[in-house]
């Protein structure tokens, strides 16, 4: 052992330095090191200014480029350029499609870049590329920015240092809750919806009022999201103060509709506003599946006429269709309703995840900005104290004028005189020396001394401002005040978008109660190709198939039945009659609608009756009685029901019909007992039907043991052994040869 390397320690190979270490450890801190920079550097929002750090970076990248409200707009490539190589050392594009998300009106409540050209719409369509873009900031992005150079927050070095760049924004707007967030970070995420400014504003005047304020009277400030696409909320209060009290839930929201009357009783539905976050070219392609597939039978067409403003026309099959119901059905197969989640992951100090409540979100943001406000104060007072210095300097002068004067003439080195002789300061000598000419009017001493007078006040205010938690919240207050002013009620778009409503109480309805009830048959060809042709067909009647093809089911129901489908392994497939391909050509496969394997083949296909009981056997003679409301499946999987072990199969079922069963099998013995000695089950492989020495059982049938066993001839005539006895026996025995007559294919149909 003592050969080894030491697993710790270093060693230069060739001019690298190499480390030896177990492999689960060298992967596990870097690992860990890469989770720690998503989350803080990538993913989570800083809970002071509700900015990730390339959103920051945009911002300060855009300051320094001028771009204010006012300016003139600057090619967004040059922004991104500026942003990548000074403060952001990744994609481009990653930083392009974050600075078009910013200002695009209908992702962000209150937009933070203002963007001249094609930024996308609400259809999905991408921005142009950034060389035929233009941005500046909006008022929003400029208050963000308010203060960062009066020493509001700290700054730290650019990733290449030879810059600095801010660790968080003095943040004047309420970004965080305004304009919400949503990122993925490694094993945590963050999503909170955008809120009205004007009511986080009165939140938070509320909050520095009474700091004991709790959740529920916050929420009566701010209700819920304030979404910038509208719709509707519909989720209970009770789940809204829950969500915001843990910081943790989710929203329902619906699209806006109303009805509108045409002549002669006709009526449409208009789609005036939708879901945040849902593209409209999706949601219109799966309103047309729905109307293409007739999944909704009383929905008649969907209309996009949207231009600048969302405006969808829903048109219902038949004016007598409730306007409520055709909604509420598409409420629930489109995203006409989604649910926004709440997860106020965020960084409560720069550095440290954490999931809050909106009162500790509130409070975050209102400690930001009484810290900002000291920072500004005291940065201030450092400005008035050399402001001071200079200005006394300068009234030192006034009263010895001439003396200043011959100093200056007559000595080579003026300022060590100067400071010795008045004892003054060396930044007032310097500024009398720098002092111009016309600074020696007497009109020039007079605003002196009142800029100073000014200045002094200015100082004992602000001091004053320093030592006083009480003046301190009140000035927050008051700038919080100024926000609600310039964003809140009043101001252009200030108005809450996203209101509120309940569910409509309707009575449920399943989409069978909504098809158009109308006769079919159900044609399905021995290769497994099922079509609906209208009306009941004679069991004669002419039908084409496809060349070495030929009819296996031919079945009478009605446009608002299903079909239970019986395959070889032993599951139930369920089918809608609505849902069937038109008579017109040949049908499409089976195995379209429902997920039969390529191995498995159909054994029966029936529409099901409420209440009727079915006997189900595999091919090694064993079964069971099930029901047939009890077998219908939810998915295209189908459902389990019969499970033989393999290799035997599911091999066939008949509707039970009477009090007695009979099996036959592959060696034409037939046999008969009375129903009730069969258990009904759910699922299993269930009990021996009849036993065989060779080959498997071949079919089943049910009957009336009074009125006798019946089955067709291959001439379609129907045989009837009204005497059963010679083949009834014990359930489980082997049987006798079948009944003279009966067919050779071993099928009592």
């Keep these: 052992m003592s050969g080894m390397t030491d697993l710790t320690t270093p060693d230069d190979v060739g001019g690298e330095r190499l480390l030896d270490e177990p492999l689960s450890r060298a992967l596990g801190e870097r690992y860990l090191q890469y989770a720690l920079s998503t989350i803080t550097n990538r993913a989570l929002p800083d809970a002071r200014d509700g900015l990730k750090p390339v959103h920051r970076r945009l911002l300060y990248a855009m300051r320094q480029l001028k771009l204010d409200p006012g300016s003139g707009f600057k090619k967004s490539a040059r922004i991104v350029g500026d942003v990548m190589g000074k403060f952001h050392p990744h994609g481009d594009q990653a930083i392009y499609d974050a600075l078009v998300r910013l200002a695009q009106d209908f992702a962000v409540r209150y937009p933070i870049v203002d963007g001249q050209g094609n930024f996308g719409n609400i259809d999905g369509d991408s921005a142009a590329a950034m060389r035929y873009t233009e941005s500046r900031m909006t008022e929003v992005a400029r208050m963000l920015l308010e203060g960062l150079d009066e020493d509001a927050v700290d700054l ?3 990733y290449d240092g030879l810059e600095e760049e801010p660790v968080v924004l003095p943040a004047a707007f309420p970004n965080l ?3 919400g967030a949503s990122g993925i970070a490694v094993g945590m995420a963050t999503s909170i919806p955008p809120h009205n ?11 520095i009022k009474k700091p004991s304020i709790d959740i529920e009277a916050l929420v009566e400030l701010v209700p819920g999201p304030d979404f910038p696409t509208g719709g509707i909320l ?7 103060v829950s969500a915001y009290s843990t910081g943790r839930g989710a929203f329902r929201l619906r699209a806006r509709w109303a009805k509108e009357d045409l002549s002669r009783g006709l009526w449409r539905i208009v789609i005036t506003e939708i879901p945040y976050q849902v593209q409209k070219s999706k949601l219109i392609e799966r309103l047309a599946e729905l109307v293409t597939a007739k999944k909704v039978p009383i929905l008649g067409d969907v209309i996009d006429e949207s231009a600048e403003d969302v405006r969808i026309i829903i048109e219902p099959k038949s004016k007598t269709v409730d306007p ?5 059905t598409l409420f629930k197969l489109t995203d006409l309703e989604t649910r926004f989640s709440l997860n106020m992951n965020v960084l409560v100090d720069g550095k440290t995840p954490e999931v809050v409540s909106l009162k500790s979100a509130l409070q975050i943001y209102l400690d930001h900005r009484r810290d900002v406000l000291l920072r500004r104060s005291r940065h201030r007072l450092s400005k008035i104290a050399r402001r001071l210095e200079i200005l006394e300097g300068y009234l030192k002068a006034y009263l010895n004028l001439d003396r200043v004067i011959e100093i200056i003439r007559t000595e080579d080195e003026p300022k060590p005189s100067l400071v010795m002789e008045f004892a003054l300061t060396d ?6 020396l720098n002092m111009r000419l016309r600074s020696l009017r007497r009109l020039e001493e007079m605003e002196i001394r009142k800029e100073r007078e000014s200045l002094l006040d200015e100082q004992a205010e602000l001091t004053a401002l320093t030592l006083d938690e009480k003046g301190q919240w009140k000035r927050v207050g008051g700038e919080i005040k100024e926000v609600k002013k310039k964003f809140g009620p009043g101001a252009s778009g200030a108005e809450r978008r996203s209101t509120f409503g309940d569910v409509a109480q309707l009575e449920e309805m399943p989409l069978e109660a909504m098809i158009e009830r ?6 399905c060809s021995a290769k497994g190709w099922i079509r609906a042709m209208k009306g009941h067909l004679a069991p004669d009647a002419e039908v084409k198939y496809k060349d070495g093809d030929e009819e296996r089911f031919l079945i009478h129901a009605q446009t608002t039945d299903k079909l239970l489908l019986f395959a070889t392994n032993g599951r139930f497939y369920t089918i809608g009659c609505d849902k069937l391909p038109s008579g017109r050509g040949m049908g499409e496969p089976l195995r379209l609608t429902i997920d039969l394997g390529e191995g498995d083949d159909i054994v029966d296909l029936f529409v099901p009756e409420k209440g009727a009981k079915r006997l189900v056997a595999s091919s090694d003679g064993r079964g069971f009685v099930a029901l047939e409301d009890e077998v219908m499946a939810q998915t295209r999987a189908g459902r389990q029901v019969l499970a033989p072990t393999a290799p035997a199969t599911a091999r066939a079922s008949a509707r039970i019909q009477g009090d007695m069963v009979a099996i036959v099998g592959e060696n034409r013995k037939m046999l008969a007992f009375p129903v009730a000695e069969l258990p009904e089950m759910n699922r299993g492989k269930g009990v021996i039907l009849q036993r065989y020495k060779q080959g498997g059982l071949s079919d089943v049938a049910s009957y009336q043991g009074a009125a006798g066993l019946s089955w067709q001839d291959p001439a379609g005539r129907t045989r009837t052994e009204a005497d059963m006895s010679a083949w009834e026996a014990a359930r489980a025995t082997q049987g006798v040869d079948a009944p003279r007559g009966f067919p050779k294919d071993n099928r009592f149909k």
């Design 234 to 240: 519909i989720e209970p209060r009770e789940s809204i």
């Design 518 to 523: 109308e006769p079919i048959t159900v044609i």
């Design 177 to 179: 809750l305004a304009n």
């Design 156 to 158: 730290k070095e650019t």
């Design 324 to 328: 409520n119901i055709l909604m509420e």
């Design 427 to 432: 930044v007032q000598a310097e500024a009398i």
């Design 197 to 207: 400014v004007g009511e986080i504003c009165d939140a938070l005047l509320a909050l």
